[in-house]
């Protein structure tokens, strides 16, 4: 079953980072909510931009959303001292977003997540940077997998971002991810994930690249995306890829969505 995760709590969008920082928390509800009840499975939640005291603001915002939705968390950020803090105050099975394949940032993440039985992001990036081919994609996931099993976490429990550039700069990139997808799922099993605006920065109408993308992702295979839950575009290309994919039973849900008009 694909996985949404909502994107909007993330401090690099304006709103979140004035609410943050004035400790809105109806502002912050609201939006988790709204990610809630337009099908998101997760939702993501970030505070690291400008942020005085992370590990403080990460344990005050999970407790908040998580009272709010009832949702497990995508505990994202760079600081170790921040995953921990938002892990040590979830409740249930939590995913942290991310890690990279360099040793020693794994090794300062990757106990936090056995310790708290979270689930993790590992990047396909290392020492070198980005890779720029889905093969070099591929082996960096073999890395990655053999760094998680070093620190005794269940493969059922990684899942590979296989980082997609902007097209603006770097157009074939967006065919080499989606390359990736197949071959990690093909040689490894191991589950993909993406970031998905990351695909059309920089461009007009973000959400037709967007959607488009996920489209194509999906059939190369992508189990998890984090996106914006409430894009009307991202929202019915979910349910016309799910009932093109044979996900959807008789195609029930996208009719339910076409009588409700959601699919306008």
Not at 60 to 83: M, Y
Not at 168 to 181: G, L, P, R, T, Y
Request: hydrophobic share 40%; charged share 30%; net charge positive.
């Amino acid at each position: 079953m694909f996985i949404k995760i909502g994107e909007r709590i993330n401090s690099s969008r304006p709103p979140i980072a004035r609410a943050l920082r004035s400790k809105d928390e109806a502002f912050i509800r609201k939006e988790a909510r709204l990610q809630k009840e337009a099908g998101a499975a997760m939702l993501d939640i970030n505070c690291a931009v400008d942020s005085k005291d992370e590990a403080r603001d990460m344990e005050w915002l999970a407790g908040i959303v998580q009272k709010e939705t009832g949702l497990p968390l995508s505990i994202d950020s760079p600081n170790p001292k921040a995953i921990e803090a938002g892990l040590r105050k979830h409740k249930g099975k939590a995913l942290v977003n991310s890690v990279t394949v360099e040793k020693g940032r794994a090794d300062s993440i990757l106990p936090f997540v056995k310790k708290y039985n979270a689930q993790v992001i590992i990047l396909t990036m290392d020492e070198k940077g980005m890779p720029a081919t889905a093969g070099d994609r591929a082996s960096l996931a073999e890395r990655a997998l053999k760094l998680a099993e070093g620190h005794h976490i269940s493969k059922q429990d990684i899942y590979i971002d296989p980082l997609i550039r902007p097209i603006s700069s770097e157009q074939k990139q967006a065919f080499e991810v989606i390359e990736s997808v197949k071959l990690i799922k093909a040689k490894y099993g191991l589950k993909v994930i993406c970031g998905l605006s990351n695909v059309s920065f920089g461009l007009p109408e973000r959400s037709t690249l967007n959607s488009v993308f996920l489209a194509m992702m999906l059939g190369a295979g992508l189990d998890a995306a984090i996106l914006d839950p409430t894009d009307k575009k991202i929202k019915a290309v979910l349910r016309a890829s799910d009932a093109l994919l044979a996900g959807d039973d008789f195609c029930k849900e996208y009719l339910k969505s076409y009588r409700s008009g959601e699919l306008k």
